[in-house]
């Protein structure tokens, strides 16, 4: 039976009769078996119901007439000039400009010193532990410069220059020095954390300086990388250091930084429950105020 004003129909896939005239081949014959029709009228309803939905669906002209068979793989298995590619219109956003990008003359992260430098005629001196400088927001520090990718703290603690030594190791042995920079967000150990030797009695005064360390706060860029790259060959990258920080922390781009934003003061501005935990502290509700913290009174359980 010759191929003409046919259509095959398998799911969504077919073919005219005209692909192969425009093809400029010879006709190919094919066996198609005859469909069995019943005699009960219900039945025939269902058919033609059918072959109108596929009709507007697959929008099938009316002078074709419906086969319905296997796959159309096994229909244009037998036809070897059949192999045109076909393109449909697709939307892609557009490439990234990085013309405004220069790499610095030194892309990696430089040494930061265990010990910070002081004159020769001062002694290194004694500091308390100010926890102040852990808790609450940062209110300095809290973008990219570069607009790009980098390390978010999302909790307070301290930096140990093992832990910065672990950062500048880690990052410069897996970026591409050729397209991407790092640069630090953090300065070097510089406030000293005092230690008594073991096995020694009370008194005696304050102890001698065991380490440097660097404060964090919540909201505090750590490290930055930036250059001609794209999110997702620096996500993995910073992973590998993210985690082994001793604070919570997180791999943010600059548009995840402006979401998370946006998000805080939509939340804010719609919540509908009057009775926040600022509210609840401000009015005393249960007595409160006779186990807060001074801490829970400045930043509202937000800050630990």
């Known amino acids: 039976m010759l191929l003409q004003n046919v259509f095959l129909l398998s799911g969504r896939s077919g073919i005219y009769s005209n692909a192969l005239s425009q093809a400029r081949c010879k006709p190919t014959l094919y066996k198609i078996q005859s469909i069995t029709t019943s005699t009960s009228t219900r039945q025939a309803d269902t058919r033609t119901r059918k072959e109108e939905r596929y009709r507007?669906?697959?929008?099938?002209?009316?002078?074709?007439?419906?086969?319905?068979?296997a796959p159309m793989e096994y229909y244009l298995s037998g036809l070897k000039h059949y192999n045109s590619q076909r393109a449909s219109l697709k939307h892609f956003a557009p490439p990234i400009d990085y013309q405004n990008v220069s790499i610095p003359e030194r892309p990696k992260l430089r040494f930061m010193d265990k010990v910070p430098l002081l004159p020769s005629n001062m002694k290194a001196p004694k500091l308390q532990k100010k926890l102040k400088l852990m808790r609450g927001p940062e209110l300095v520090h809290n973008s990219l410069l570069h607009k790009q990718y980098g390390i978010v703290a999302t909790g307070g603690g301290r930096l140990r220059w093992g832990h910065f030594e672990m950062m500048r190791l880690g990052i410069g042995r897996k970026m591409d020095t050729s397209r991407m920079f790092a640069i630090w967000r953090v300065e070097a150990p510089w406030q000293p954390i005092t230690k008594k030797g073991q096995g020694q009695r009370m008194?005696?005064?304050?102890?001698?300086?065991?380490?440097?360390?660097?404060?964090?706060?919540?909201?505090?860029?750590?490290?930055?990388?930036?250059?001609?790259?794209?999110?997702?060959?620096?996500?993995?990258?910073?992973?590998?250091?993210?985690?082994?920080?001793?604070?919570?922390?997180?791999?943010?781009?600059?548009?995840?930084?402006?979401?998370?934003?946006?998000?805080?003061e939509r939340l804010k501005r719609e919540n509908l429950n009057p009775f926040t935990l600022k509210y609840v502290i401000q009015n005393n509700f249960g007595g409160c105020h006779k186990w807060l913290s001074p801490v829970d009174h400045k930043w509202f359980g937000k800050y630990i």
């Open 56 to 69: 507007l669906k697959d929008n099938i002209p009316h002078d074709y007439r419906i086969i319905y068979r």
């Open 203 to 264: 008194g005696g005064g304050k102890g001698a300086i065991d380490h440097y360390v660097t404060p964090i706060k919540s909201g505090r860029i750590i490290v930055e990388m930036a250059g001609k790259c794209e999110f997702a060959e620096v996500k993995p990258i910073l992973e590998l250091v993210c985690h082994k920080l001793p604070f919570k922390a997180m791999v943010v781009s600059h548009d995840m930084l402006e979401e998370m934003k946006h998000t805080e």
